[in-house]
Every structure is written in structure tokens, then in C-alpha cells.
């Protein structure tokens, strides 16, 4: 497995197999929800614009990422953290994500692992998550890795069938960049 960052200068080059990932990602199982391939390209894209991306490949193809800006970028962020925290000195993992057939191998594990010893401690002082609380084996990870819940939220989403809404309960977990 090679693990690499993605700045945005090389995006383009893997803007649809990252899409792709990310549908794959979320539109099924518990999380069930619905995206448009185009809303999705302009998402990655604005993270992109201010941010990077940190890449898994096996055989040269995509099967993880982590996503992650300035916290700033986060339009949901709940007051607590707000005025606790600089949020220019905090960095937001923004999404992070595992082909399904490819989960359990500790490829979430290691992109985290390469974030937390690459991310530019000159800048950042802080790192944020935010995590679907039903998804216990990625709260479990970010737990194991050193992140610990400060605050959440509730969101509501459009499920993939496009039938109804549902809210999703999300928990932030920080930790301190050393």
C-alpha cells in the first residue's frame, strides 16, 4: 500500500475516482444517503481549493482518503468549538473514506497515522473530526488514535432513494498537535 498527499495542483487527475469513492462511501448501508455526482465533484473540489488530500493506493488504485482544511471550512461547526479554539490554527479533517470491500485493513488507520506525522505543526495547533455516532468503528479509531469528543450536532440528509429525510447525530472529536 502507498500512502501519498494530494495537493491542489494534482487533484484533477484523480477528481473521478475520488468522487467515485466517496459516492460509493456514502450512499449505502447504514448511512444511505443521496449525491449527485456533480454536487459531490464541486464539494471535493472547494476542499480542494483550500486544502489537500491524503491518498491510499493499492495497485495503483484509490482506496482511501482523508480530506482535510482549515477548520474554518466548516459551515456546521457548533459555537462550543467556536470559541474555545483558534480556528485558524485548526485543521478539520473533513471527511475521510474507505472503499467498502477494502474496510478492516487498517488503511483508515494509516492515513490518519501519516496525517498526524506529516500535518504542519507550524501552522495547525489543533485537529478536528466530525463522525456519524452510529459508525462506531471509525469512532472507535479516532478514539484509539488520540481524539476525544468535544461537542455535536445534528444533521439532516436526503436518503439515497431520495424518499425522505433523515438526521444524522455527529460528535466532534479534537486533539491537540504536538
Known sequence: MEIRSIKKEDYKGYENALTDLYVDTFSSGKSF???????????????FDLGYGIFAFENNRLTGALLLTPLTFDGLLPESIA???????SVYVAEMMVQKTQQGRGIGKKLLYYFLETVDKQRY???FIRVWIENKNAVHLYKKMGFTPCASI??????????????????????KID
Open 33 to 47: 444517503q443521496y449525491h449527485s455526482k456533480k454536487e459531490t465533484k464541486n464539494y471535493l473540489q472547494s476542499i
Open 83 to 89: 470559541q474555545n479554539f483558534e480556528l485558524n490554527s
Open 154 to 175: 445534528v444533521q439532516s440528509k436526503l436518503l439515497a432513494d431520495k424518499s425522505g429525510m433523515f438526521d444524522f447525530e455527529k460528535i466532534y472529536l479534537h486533539q
Open 125 to 127: 495547533r489543533d485537529a
